[in-house]
Nanobody, 121 residues
Framework: QVQLVESGGGLVQPGGSLRLSCAASGSIFSINAMGWYRQAPGKQRELVAAATSGGRTNYVDSVKGRFTISRDNTKNTVYLQMNSLKPEDTAVYYC???????????????WGQGTQVTVSS
């Protein structure tokens, strides 16, 4: 069974930095896109950043220039480097990946358990 395990969340002051990690494990045949979503209280979940297996990336406008998504395909891991954090970045951050499990017929969307990021003084 495929799992996504996230780490790196926490409490940080405005202007600070955090790095989130998400590692996929299990019987994996292939991974396509990997990305990070976030959900703040009372708001819908939104895509923050995504990266294809070929290295193409995209970001929500509110984080452009501050966040960087990267992947280590040898480790089935995706990272989100978050700099110049703002209170409005406070949310639960979820990892998502399009994974083709061994023995399956195609890609399926998998989610991590979520990690809390709180930006506050």
């Amino acid at each position: 069974q495929v799992q996504l395990v996230e780490s790196g969340g926490g409490l940080v002051q405005p202007g600070g930095s955090l790095r989130l990690s998400c590692a996929a494990s299990g019987s994996i045949f292939s991974i396509n896109a990997m990305g990070w979503y976030r959900q703040a209280p009372g708001k819908q979940r939104e895509l923050v950043a995504a990266a294809t297996s070929g290295g193409r990336t995209n970001y929500v406008d509110s984080v452009k220039g501050r966040f960087t998504i990267s992947r280590d395909n040898t480790k089935n891991t995706v990272y989100l480097q978050m700099n110049s954090l703002k209170p409005e970045d406070t949310a639960v951050y979820y990892c998502n990946a399009q994974i083709w499990e061994s023995g399956a017929w195609g890609y399926d969307s998998k989610w991590g358990q979520g990690t809390q990021v709180t930006v506050s003084s």
